[in-house]
């Protein structure tokens, strides 16, 4: 019921930035929690960042002081500023935006957007 479409992956040298972008459309709930994962070749999906609806943010040990992650409830979305980038980080990164409606949680998962990380 709600579809969601990332934006601003790419290809950037080590120590460059990027800003992450997902928006969601469709059934008008009120989306809880938002985040964003990676996933590597031949790597499980793993969690980047998260955010509540209230503003509580959480991040992996990895990306502590270099990714931020914010949202616009009023637009719903949710968009991650990652600085400082290295290879490591070279992923597909997924959009989730988790709600409830009618009483069954559900989790949205975008399409992916690839962010490579090479000089």
């Known amino acids: 019921q709600v579809q969601l479409v990332e934006s601003g992956g790419g290809l950037v040298q080590p120590g460059g930035s990027l800003r992450l972008s997902c928006a969601a459309s469709?059934?008008?709930?009120?989306?809880?929690?938002m985040g964003w994962y990676h996933q590597a070749p031949g790597k499980q999906r793993d969690l980047v960042a998260t955010i509540t609806d209230s503003g509580i943010t959480n991040y992996a040990d990895s990306v502590k002081g270099r990714f931020t992650i914010s949202r616009d409830n009023a637009k719903a979305t949710v968009e991650l500023q990652m600085n400082s980038l290295k290879p490591e980080d070279t992923a597909v990164y997924y959009c989730k935006m988790s709600y409830w409606l009618l009483g069954v949680w559900y989790d949205s998962w975008g399409q992916g957007t690839q962010v490579t990380v090479s000089s």
């Open positions: 469709g059934s008008l709930v009120r989306l809880n929690v």
